[in-house]
């Protein structure tokens, strides 16, 4: 795919893919040097770039819970009473390994005490912080776009998000997002409900390529996966839809997963 004056929020996800998907098979990689006590059923890792400073490797666990803590957990993420980041600890170095800061009690994961496991963990962390995915993945905020809409766009080292204001009558006022951890669309409104038409439209919102940086442009030049059509299965008007990317020979299906 040749270099393009503008790129689409469908050509942007599509090109950039591959290299989320190749970052977090790199972090599924860490967990093999860990393990959890029972206080988690879960965990996983992600890297965060302050602005203007290097990446960061940070670890989210996944609480071990009740059905009652489950149920109040759930309404307080739709009400939107949930602190996120509470179970999420920050890796720091001593003396050239790692561990977990977890302030005053102490985190449910750790690097596995067998010989070696604290090396072989720095040496893969290390290599996921110095890559160039890592350190140029992310964007600032791009406002710019030659469309109607009023969308804005971020792109970080774990989600593409368009994020669509209320100006803009024939989408509703909403955000879209591409998770790369699970590697899904998320179509989330504010008001009015999403159909085809409106999901399809959002995906044509043209980007100027001067707004994105060179570790963009080289990557989407080099992809030709972005030039694959997107088709959506047929779906009931909604507030809110997860869709599963279906890789087919000549173009991606968007099938929505079910409750």
Not at 74 to 81: C, H, L, N
Not at 113 to 120: F, N, V
Not at 137 to 161: F, G, K, P
Request: with cysteine.
């Amino acid at each position: 795919m040749q270099k393009k004056d503008y790129y689409t929020l469908k050509e942007i996800i599509l090109g950039l893919r591959n290299e989320y998907l190749i970052h977090q098979q790199k972090l599924q990689e860490l967990k093999q040097f860990c393990e959890m006590d029972k206080r988690a059923v879960d965990f996983y890792f992600r890297v965060f770039q302050p602005n203007g400073k290097r990446p960061i490797l940070l670890c989210e666990y996944v609480p071990k819970q009740n059905n009652i803590q489950k149920f109040i957990t759930d309404i307080s993420k739709k009400t939107g009473y949930y602190i996120y980041g509470r179970q999420t600890s920050r890796l720091v170095t001593d003396h050239n390994q790692y561990y977990f800061l977890s302030g005053k009690t102490e985190y449910p994961i750790h690097i596995k005490y067998d010989y070696g496991m604290d090396t072989k963990f720095t040496n893969q962390a290390n290599c996921i912080l110095n890559s160039e995915f890592s350190n140029n993945i992310q964007s600032q905020y791009i406002e710019d776009n030659r469309s109607d809409i009023n969308a804005t766009l971020a792109i970080n080292s774990n989600l593409v998000e368009l994020y669509i204001r209320n100006e803009c009558r024939d989408i509703p006022n909403s955000i879209i997002l591409y998770d790369s951890r699970d590697d899904i669309l998320e179509f989330k409104s504010f008001e009015g409900k999403y159909n085809k038409q409106c999901i399809a439209r959002a995906l044509d919102i043209e980007f100027p390529s001067e707004k994105l940086n060179q570790y963009h442009i080289q990557t989407l030049a080099n992809n030709e996966e972005s030039e694959k059509t997107i088709v959506l299965e047929e779906f009931n008007p909604c507030d809110m839809a997860k869709f599963d990317i279906q890789v087919k020979e000549k173009q991606y299906v968007l099938q929505k997963i079910r409750k």
